[in-house]
């Protein structure tokens, strides 16, 4: 069965604190990917990264870097010196196969709170 | 701006009613996903759309029922509304049909079911 966990609902920190937001995956398929997506207080979710289940390198863009671990099934997103603009819901999704009929899900996110 | 718009941004009904959710994909998406927001469970996938035609299904009650039309909008209806069904609703679009696709979302309607 296709599943994403997000296990923490809730998480505060201070400025300049590193943290991590942790997302775990059920999947049958060999082929699958990997999404995190970030919902502002605005509210329109934005795309942040793309992860495919063969390439298991890690990235970083800026503040932001992603571990993706195919052992632990898990695709975790840390933050380095988090600020107050990344107060926010963040979310994991996941997508598997290649084409036609697929179910784009999604964890119940992790709301970020970045406290001055 | 994601491109994709949604319209009513806000509706408040009474229960048992019926209305339609409006959603305009970025200029040259095929795909169309409805995906359901409320405080317990997260983003709750509905249903997508490629090109007119119904690609998957998620957690859509008989209730409610969507479409895609020749123009590429697409329309989700909600109908003998329940309290339980007052929730975020998003749509967002993508280029294609592949899995690999990052989506492209809406702002949104917000349903008020009193």
């Known amino acids: 069965a296709q599943k994403v966990t997000q296990a923490q609902t809730e998480i505060s920190v201070v400025e300049k604190e590193d943290v991590t937001l942790d997302c775990v995956y059920e999947?049958?398929?060999?082929?699958?990917?990997l999404f995190w997506y970030k919902q502002p207080p605005s509210g329109e979710l934005v795309f942040l990264i793309r992860r495919n289940s063969f390439d298991e390198q890690n990235e970083i863009s800026g503040r932001y870097s992603w571990n993706f671990q195919k052992s632990t099934s898990s695709f975790n997103f840390t933050i380095t010196a988090s600020q107050v603009v990344d107060s926010a819901v963040y979310f994991c999704a996941l997508s598997e196969g290649g084409s036609g009929t697929y179910k784009y899900i999604f964890g119940t996110g992790t709301r970020l709170k970045v406290l001055a | 701006d994601s491109g994709v718009t949604q319209t009513p941004k806000h509706l408040i009904t009474a229960t048992g009613q019926r209305v339609t959710l409006r959603c305009s994909p970025r200029s040259g998406d095929l795909s169309v996903y409805w995906y359901q927001q409320s405080l317990d469970q997260g983003l709750q996938f509905l249903i997508q759309?490629?090109?007119?035609?119904?690609?998957a299904k998620g957690n859509i009650l008989e209730r409610f029922s969507a479409q895609q039309f020749p123009d590429l909008h697409s329309e989700l209806n909600l109908s003998s509304l329940e309290l339980g069904d007052s929730a975020l609703y998003f749509c967002?679009?993508?280029?294609?049909?592949?899995?690999?696709?990052?989506?492209?979302f809406g702002s949104g309607t917000q349903l008020s079911v009193l």
């Open positions: 759309y490629y090109n007119g035609e119904e690609r």
């Open positions: 967002a679009s993508s280029p294609g049909s592949l899995a690999n696709e990052k989506l492209f």
């Open positions: 999947t049958r398929d060999t082929t699958y990917y």
